[in-house]
């Protein structure tokens, strides 16, 4: 070991590295995004605000007692009593509901009086989102506690029941698998696009093709197509694994291919972006992570927008991932067609924005 | 002949620095023309503004009698480019790579063809990645041929390659000149120029200095021979009052002007410097026409 080479070695890395200004601002920038991320991800748990969805098919002072000390400690809003639960929730891409039935009043009021009628509330949650789940039953099943010592001293008259808010029985990989996959395609699709777009740019191959009478669009388009192909690929690595070594049970439809193919675009569209200030193949990397990693863990892949302050919930929805994910759970897990359909819309006029923008800022020449 | 290329007071500024400074050129159907300057001499911007690559600051470029800024797809039709250290796909195969290009044009070469001409015969389902620097080189100049252009651009098509690998190469070229294409070459070898060249431009901070065949410039510019003593005392044969151009080792180069004057240094060398082992005579060619216009070589940096 002859030390005067290591520290000459470490000397050259370290020029190198503070000489190359993209690997210093993104070896800075990097660290800083995350920490700002997570930070304020989990510093801000104590402003959450869980929404809970209530049908009161009671209707009397008593069952909106009731939802009023729920509201003490969740944001409640309110569902029509005319309408169908099921059919209303889904259209509503609703993750969390309670019926208050009739006879509320009619059984709290018995039971203080010594009946030993009780009254079971449907909670309805959605599977996905556990670590919220979670939160929302301690909540009502704490609210129903305080009720049931109030009325009688401890006896169970308000007994809460649960159900999944899909027909269909999931485990909760069936709801991670959708994330997974809007992960693969944006991560695909981002630093496949740098990665080459940057390639390309220092071996002269741009150079090249702007001499050539293919046109920047049509070398975007097949580059896109290509980030398809590879997306449609790891899709399916991703469902044949599922289903093979998990039992996943998904729903396959026309949707997951229209958004597969729309975040595809969109993610080499953003690449596209990213690449233009992209001037070494070193500096690709941070950029890329720079750009998919708070769409990671801000779009609910991970981690579902209610446990986050309401600001980040805002960021959120300007990010296309969030609509990806929540477009795939609702094309292949709830079978939610209007919520698939909307959420398949926004990600195809960003698909179409991102074309454009991508387009018209990849430089060949000068 | 008529002119395919014609640069017409060209200028091209990058802030403050002055690249190429009202430029103008005309090159013949058919010739093969040079550039020859060393780097950072204006040659690339010059060639990539011809290209389409890059915008000029003022002045045009007119190619086939037609203002060409990179927009015209009937003109990209016709060029045929090899991009200065230009990198090709690493895992398509040579004709992968040719059949790449080829269908971006109307027109197309026959792709066996190119490859028979650029003697890549053996290397044809060879990755990219896989073949040597001078072979990588000829198959840039084939991709530059896959349209059958009229005019082919190859901005330093030898730069780094070894001296077998460059004579690979200047076959290729010389070839395309049989088949009557037009060729613009940037080069900062001299033996490339002269080997290679109809015609010739030196350029020298943005500005052409000189320009005509190899033959006419050294004639107009090159004057003189240049003489080589070997193993000698360097340290006397200096102060002999010679028109010294090099000192290196044991060995002094001197510039003389008429066959006669070697005689004389012969004389003297012999007589009171003791001698030498070996002597060398040539003419002078381009390398001291650039010393002559410039004051500098073309590798770069003041002469004396």
């Not at chain 1, 006879?103 to 599977?127: C, H, K, R, W």
Request: contains cysteine.
């Amino acid at each position: 070991m002859r030390p005067v080479a290591i520290i000459t070695d470490f000397m050259a890395n370290v020029k190198m590295w503070y000489r190359s200004k993209g690997t210093v601002f993104w070896a800075i920038a990097f660290p800083v995004l995350l920490m700002l991320l997570f930070g304020a991800i989990f510093q801000g748990q104590d402003d959450v605000t869980i929404t809970l969805y209530v049908q009161d098919m009671d209707n009397t002072d008593t069952s909106e007692m009731f939802i009023s000390s729920l509201e003490e400690r969740l944001k409640i809003e309110s569902i029509p009593d005319d309408v169908e639960f099921d059919g209303y929730i889904s259209d509503n891409n609703i993750r969390a509901a309670l019926v208050i039935p009739q006879g509320f009043e009619n059984t709290v009021q018995s039971a203080s009086m010594g009946s030993n009628d009780s009254l079971y509330i449907i909670l309805s949650l959605d599977p996905t989102r556990e670590s919220i789940n979670g939160m929302i039953r301690g909540i009502v099943g704490g609210t129903l506690q305080g009720w049931n010592m109030d009325i009688t001293g401890g006896r169970n008259v308000l007994i809460y029941g649960e159900e999944s808010i899909t027909a269909r029985e999931f485990k909760f990989i069936d709801f991670f698998l959708p994330g997974v996959i809007g992960i693969t395609v944006m991560t695909s699709s981002i630093y496949g696009t740098i990665f080459r777009n940057t390639k390309y740019k220092k071996w002269g191959i741009l150079r090249k093709l702007s001499t050539t009478p293919f046109s920047r669009w049509e070398y975007l388009v097949s580059k896109m197509l290509f980030m398809t192909f590879v997306s449609f690929v790891s899709t399916f690595v991703i469902i044949i694994v599922g289903v093979v070594v998990w039992d996943i049970r998904v729903i396959i439809n026309a949707y997951l291919f229209v958004i597969v193919t729309s975040a595809a675009f969109a993610f080499s569209g953003m690449g596209m972006l990213i690449s233009r200030f992209v001037k070494e193949e070193e500096t690709a990397d941070s950029a890329g992570g720079a750009v998919t990693f708070p769409q990671m863990f801000l779009a609910g892949t991970f981690f579902p927008l209610e446990m986050m302050p309401a600001y980040l919930g805002q960021i959120a929805r300007v990010l296309p991932l969030y609509y990806v994910n929540e477009g795939l759970r609702d094309a292949m897990i709830h079978g939610n067609n209007t919520g698939a359909m909307y959420n398949t819309a926004i990600i195809f006029t960003i698909a179409a924005v991102l074309f454009v923008l991508g387009a018209l800022m990849t430089t060949w020449t000068e | 002949m008529k002119h395919v290329i014609e640069i017409r007071n060209l200028t091209k500024h990058y802030g403050d620095l002055i690249a190429v400074n009202d430029l103008s050129i005309s090159i013949k159907k058919g010739e093969i023309f040079a550039f020859l300057g060393p780097n950072g001499a204006g040659k690339t911007t010059t060639v990539e503004i011809c290209e389409g690559i890059r915008k000029p600051t003022s002045g045009s470029v007119h190619l086939f009698g037609e203002e060409f800024s990179g927009k015209s797809k009937s003109i990209r039709e016709r060029i045929g480019v090899l991009p200065q250290e230009y990198r090709s796909f690493e895992r398509l195969t040579v004709y992968e790579t040719l059949k790449y290009y080829a269908s971006f044009y109307q027109r197309n070469r026959n792709i066996d063809e190119i490859i028979a001409l650029m003697d890549l015969n053996d290397k044809r389902n060879d990755l990219y990645m896989n073949l040597s620097g001078g072979l990588k080189q000829r198959v840039g100049v084939a991709m530059a041929l896959v349209n059958d252009p009229d005019i082919v651009f190859l901005d330093e098509p030898t730069t780094g390659l070894d001296p077998r690998a460059r004579r690979g190469v200047w076959k290729a070229i010389q070839k395309l000149k049989e088949e009557g294409k037009t060729i613009f070459l940037t080069t900062h070898y001299m033996e490339e120029a002269e080997h290679l060249a109809d015609r010739v431009a030196i350029i020298h901070n943005g500005r052409i200095v000189a320009e005509g065949s190899t033959h006419e410039l050294i004639s107009r510019h090159g004057d003189g021979y240049t003489v080589k003593l070997h193993g000698c005392d360097t340290g006397k044969m200096g102060s002999f009052g010679w028109d010294v151009r090099e000192v290196k080792d044991n060995s002094i180069t001197l510039h003389v002007l008429k066959p006669g004057d070697i005689t004389g240094i012969l004389s003297k060398a012999i007589k009171d410097g003791k001698g030498f082992e070996s002597m060398e005579v040539r003419r002078a060619n381009l390398e001291e026409v650039f010393l002559n216009l410039t004051g500098e070589t073309l590798e770069g940096g003041d002469a004396h």
